[in-house]
């Protein structure tokens, strides 16, 4: 069965903590397609500080160093804001056929019960949760901890069927957040940033989050 991987986020800026991730996924579970979905008009956040053209671009130069990863516009083509039900929605009637995975962090879990039709996900796709410092499975609430519970499966699980499960990743944490590096980058501090380089050339050249 195809496998294609939806990896959804404001991505503002795409950071290693991104990159790592999925990496770290490509080996636990064969992918054929990583498709990275920067959202337009996050509904749960406040809203982005590079615009939506600045933040696919800075996307597709991460996607350019790795086969089988493509930015992946969709969202940002839509009028309003991301739901990712709608967004797996759409995809699953352009790929009846595949096993479609949505990747989120754990911080993303543990708030999922306020996203839209946040219990149809698993009806359209497995949800893959990475890892994340500072946001422990151990604090789901009881809404959550059941959603889990009834839905938990292994890696090997996601090629098998094509929707459905919840996946705990199994793979190490990477301590890097958008905010933090925001910060540093409105300080103008560029060094020891973990940002793809072709990445941070396009922060210098666009002159982003500097005056923050
Ligand atoms: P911000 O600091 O602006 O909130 P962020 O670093 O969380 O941003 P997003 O683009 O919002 O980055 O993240 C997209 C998805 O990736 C979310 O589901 C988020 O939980 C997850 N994610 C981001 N960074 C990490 C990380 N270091 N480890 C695990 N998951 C992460």
């Given amino acids: 069965m195809v496998v294609r991987g939806f990896f959804g986020g404001t991505f503002d800026p795409i950071h290693d903590g991104h990159t790592q991730a999925l990496t770290a996924l490509t080996q636990c579970i064969a992918v054929d397609q990583w498709h990275l979905l920067p959202a337009a008009v996050p ?14 671009a800075m996307v597709d130069i991460v996607c350019q160093q790795h086969a089988g990863w493509i930015a992946d516009d969709w969202e940002l083509q839509q009028q309003g804001p991301s739901y990712t039900a709608n967004t ?10 595949d096993a479609l995975l949505f990747v989120i962090g754990m911080d993303s879990l543990l708030s999922l019960d306020s996203w839209y039709n946040w219990q149809q996900l698993t009806e359209l796709a497995h949800l893959v949760v990475l890892p994340r410092p500072g946001y422990s499975i151990r604090t789901m609430s009881a ?26 990743a199994d793979i190490p944490q990477f301590d890097v957040s958008a905010t933090a590096i925001r910060k ?29």
Avoid: K
């Fill in 43 to 56: 509904p749960h956040r406040a809203q982005p500080a590079a615009s939506a053209q600045h933040r696919l």
């Fill in 143 to 168: 809404t959550i901890e059941a959603f889990v519970t009834a839905h938990r499966c292994q890696a090997n699980d996601l090629q098998r069927s094509r929707h459905g499960g919840v996946w705990l």
């Fill in 88 to 97: 797996l929605q759409q995809r699953r009637q352009q790929f009846p056929q």
């Fill in 184 to 212: 540093q980058l409105a300080q103008r501090q560029f060094a020891n940033l973990p940002l793809q380089a072709g990445v941070i050339d396009y922060i210098r050249q666009q002159q982003l989050y500097q005056n923050l």
